[in-house]
């Protein structure tokens, strides 16, 4: 009887985390989809475009030739969920802004520190290597990561990326 009480508790917990994986992958997956879509509406001179107003787009409704009484019923229902989405957004408007808060912090303390701490590494294994094998060594470094002086200037080069223990060579 407790083996199937243990088991159905931890079903119960593995679904509740599956459920909360899921909700925090589609939150964070809208916020970057938002930001693409900021992202694609900015000009090449960076300024940006004016956003078409919802009532310039075509709906999907408007093809189907429905009677104005059934169009009615749906333009009814789309204003019902379009106020239960602003009031989502609403909702976690605060959290995006915390993430984004979050994302700025990291990206300018402890990119910079990351990226610095990367060179101090290379620097020094060179600094043990004989004239040759420093050669080959940056070589190597340019073929894997591009070129191997960009993050010396703050710019970064994509060996960056991974945490203290990703196992990658510097």
Known sequence: MFRNMAGARKASVLSIALLVVTLAAGFFGGVAWQRSQVVSDQSDEGEAEPRRDRSERRMVIDELGLEP??????EEIIQHFMVRMRALYGEFEPMRVRVQELNDEYQQTYRPRQRELFRQTRDSIKSILAPEHRVLYDSLLAVRYGNGDRDRD???????????????ER
Do not use: A, C
Not at 69 to 74: C, D, H, L, Q
């Open 69 to 74: 009484g059934k169009r009615t019923e749906v």
């Open 154 to 168: 703050g710019s970064g080069d994509g060996r960056d990326r991974g945490g203290p223990d990703d196992g990658r």
